[in-house]
């Protein structure tokens, strides 16, 4: 009896140690389960942080560079002084210089790299008298009436150890809207396509396709729509329209754009001074097809003062023209003026064209969604080789072939009203009035000595 009661103790002590045995394993088993647990947990709330912390940087960086009202592209260089740009109206722009408003075009931001994607698309209905040499009216869907429709690239890499030291870049095509074609057939970049450096110290180097010198400098009083300051990014004049031809006395010898361009801007307080060459050559003569230019701006705020002297050679004959302007702002108006004197080599036989030109345009801006813009300007000609159907040609063509001259004014007045709905899109209603006299014939009025165009668009950026 007492062996068996002896065996039935150890087995029930045998399974208690079992079971104890198991439940120290299920326990050891339960306690690396919740380690794991405690592993991961440790591992996400450390994912979380870095996510909160790139919301944090991406959130600290759009207020160092908000986006502000009817902007398209450019930026405040604090760094070197600079003051802020606007658009072709005149209103103030964004940061990294190019089209669009705000930065919802980041493609890449790491440290010092930053590249961004841009554009501008303008959809124009415009109407013309006098559109063709029969004197007919044209309703049509046509080029952009303001701005050139683009996209492009553009970004920076601060280069380490340098004290500041950017390269930068710009990439930037231009496209028609009606039909989607190139603005430049078989040219992919036709509005800019350069890089450069810029630095606190050294300004602003570039190298590449890019807008003429003297075209930044008189963006400021050229039209109504210009930058207020001359700033280190481009912009400046409208687009497809009677009263751009005020542009063309910015010229080059490859037109408003340099081709193998070198162009520095440095801003010393207010002051802003700028060299340019365009590199040209030809085997034995280095100076055809280059361009050379200097200037300088006072961008004081409420009065801002630029000048530029500029010359060319164009197929062996010498092109220069200099120009001084500036605005004076008044509350919420602004008012614009400028005089440019251009001369151009022609063929002995006809003799040397001399021009004067003067603008004077304003804007009023008064807040909310409304603003408008009023201008006039005049380009008297004296001698200007004109082209074989008699129409006078652009300041900085190529007057070798010509055969005979005109004088004569060409006169244009314009306006405009922009209603903006917000940051990125506007509706504009504008028209302009040209008018020649003399033997002067424009090129667009087709033998007549007036025209009048009207045109309505809607713009958006991104």
Do not use: C
């Not at 028209?431 to 090129?443: E, H, Q, V």
């Amino acid at each position: 009896m007492k062996k068996l009661m002896a065996i039935a103790v150890l087995g029930t002590l045998g399974a208690a140690a079992q079971a104890q045995t198991q439940s120290v394993q299920e326990l050891q088993d339960a306690l690396l389960k919740a380690q794991q647990a405690a592993t991961d947990a440790q591992l996400a709330a450390k994912q979380a942080q870095q996510a909160l912390a790139q919301v944090q940087q991406a959130m600290a960086a759009h207020e160092a560079h908000p986006a502000v009202d009817n902007g398209a592209a450019s930026r405040t260089v604090a760094a070197t002084g600079a003051t802020t740009a606007t658009d072709e109206t005149g209103h103030a722009i964004d940061p990294m210089g190019a089209s669009s408003a705000g930065r919802s075009g980041l493609v890449y931001q790491h440290g010092g790299d930053v590249v961004r994607l841009y554009g501008l698309i303008d959809l124009s209905m415009s109407r013309k008298t006098n559109a063709d040499a029969a004197g007919h009216t044209q309703n049509d869907m046509s080029v952009a009436w303001f701005s050139g429709n683009r996209w492009g690239l553009e970004g920076e890499h601060l280069l380490p150890d340098t004290g500041g030291l950017k390269a930068i870049f710009k990439l930037e095509s231009e496209y028609e809207l009606p039909t989607g074609n190139m603005d430049t057939p078989g040219v992919l970049f036709n509005r800019d396509a350069w890089l450069g450096l810029e630095s606190p110290t050294l300004g602003k180097l570039t190298f590449g396709r890019q807008n003429t010198l003297a075209r930044e400098f008189s963006k400021t009083y050229g039209d109504a729509y210009g930058s207020a300051g001359v700033t280190y990014d481009e912009g400046g004049y409208t687009n497809n329209n009677n009263f751009k031809q005020f542009i063309f006395y910015s010229g080059s010898a490859t037109g408003t754009r340099y081709d193998k361009g070198i162009v520095w801007k440095k801003s010393y307080g207010n002051l802003m001074a700028g060299l340019a060459y365009q590199v040209g050559g030809e085997p034995g003569n280095n100076r055809e097809g280059s361009t050379k230019s200097v200037a300088l701006a006072y961008n004081g705020g409420d009065v801002n003062v630029s000048g530029f002297y500029n010359t060319a050679v164009v197929n062996d004959f010498t092109h220069t023209s200099y120009s001084i302007g500036g605005n004076y702002k008044i509350g919420e108006l602004r008012v614009n003026a400028g005089y440019v004197h251009y001369t151009a080599d022609q063929p002995a036989s006809l003799g040397d064209r001399h021009d004067n030109a003067y603008t004077i345009s304003a804007k009023f801006a008064p807040g909310g969604h409304f603003d408008y813009e009023l201008g006039w300007q005049t380009m008297n000609a004296t001698n200007a080789a004109v082209n074989g159907g008699g129409y006078v040609l652009n300041a900085y063509a190529d007057t070798s072939g010509a055969k005979a001259t005109a004088t004569g004014k060409r006169k244009t007045v314009y306006g405009s009203v922009f209603y903006h709905f917000d940051k990125r899109t506007e509706l504009y209603l504008a028209s302009d009035y040209l008018s020649t006299d003399g033997s002067y014939k424009a090129a667009q009025a087709h033998g007549a000595d007036s025209q009048f165009e009207l045109a309505t668009g809607l713009r958006f950026r991104f």
